[in-house]
């Protein structure tokens, strides 16, 4: 049973876009909800993550839009450049318990 | 800033062989994990551990075992390595849920 559902799997947007991710869940216990970034040959980085108490959070030119009600999360980059071309991932968890991950989408920004 | 470190980069292996991937954190985080990434199949969760000699299954514990001797040290073992086990292993730690995991550069096993 998938509890991170992530979509689109791949994206490819122009320099200047505005690429989105959406990630759906289904245990309403989860509390955290974090959005990793991968570039070829590393690990996961995380880039943003947010609580369930707040709708919204910028971090630079990221940001991560909550709907509780909808148990859906999306992130959103700004003005996409070539260098956020990478692989994104979703995760929840609740406290004490391991990250639960999407399926990962793979972003292609041309320039 | 808190280094992980996995041990190989890159692994050949047989099957059957009984194989080691070793995971190093630096900076005294309580939690350690191990996820394996598969292309269309995300991270998924195999081990963890949140204390030393502490051990919790995750979503495909089968035919893998772990260790935790030392705080620093979580080792993810492959007891008969299969060729469906060919993947990239991906170690990670944390310190508390708001401040994330930091993940390894990972190991990418093949069993031939």
């Known amino acids: 049973q998938q509890q991170v559902k992530q979509s689109p799997q791949s994206l490819i947007v122009q320099k200047g876009g505005i690429p989105i991710i959406n990630c759906a869940y289904e245990n309403t216990a989860f509390d955290y909800f974090p959005w990793y970034q991968q570039f070829p040959g590393k690990g996961p980085a995380l880039l943003i993550a947010?609580?369930?108490?707040?709708s919204e959070k910028k971090e630079g030119r990221f940001t991560i839009s909550f709907n509780k009600s909808a148990k859906q999360f999306s992130l959103h980059i700004m003005d996409s450049q070539p260098g956020d071309s990478a692989t994104y991932f979703c995760?929840?968890?609740?406290?004490?318990?391991?990250?639960?991950f999407g399926k990962g989408t793979t972003l292609s920004v041309s320039s | 800033d808190v280094k992980v470190t996995q041990s190989s980069r890159y692994l050949v292996k047989r099957t059957g062989e009984k194989v080691f991937l070793e995971c190093v954190q630096d900076?005294?985080?309580?939690?350690m994990f191990w996820y394996r990434q598969d292309p269309g199949l995300g991270l998924r969760l195999i081990y963890f551990?949140?204390?030393?000699?502490?051990?919790e299954k995750g979503d495909i514990p089968e035919g893998y075992s772990v260790s935790r001797e030392k705080k620093e040290r979580f080792s993810l073992i492959l007891e008969s390595a299969s060729t469906n086990q060919t993947s990239m292993y991906l170690c990670?730690?944390?310190?508390?849920?708001?401040?994330?995991?930091?993940f390894g550069s990972g190991t990418r096993l093949t069993v031939v």
């Open positions: 900076m005294d985080h309580e939690n």
């Open positions: 995760a929840a968890n609740q406290a004490g318990t391991a990250l639960i």
């Open positions: 947010i609580r369930p108490d707040v």
């Open positions: 990670a730690s944390s310190l508390v849920q708001i401040y994330g995991y930091t």
């Open positions: 551990s949140y204390d030393v000699k502490m051990k």
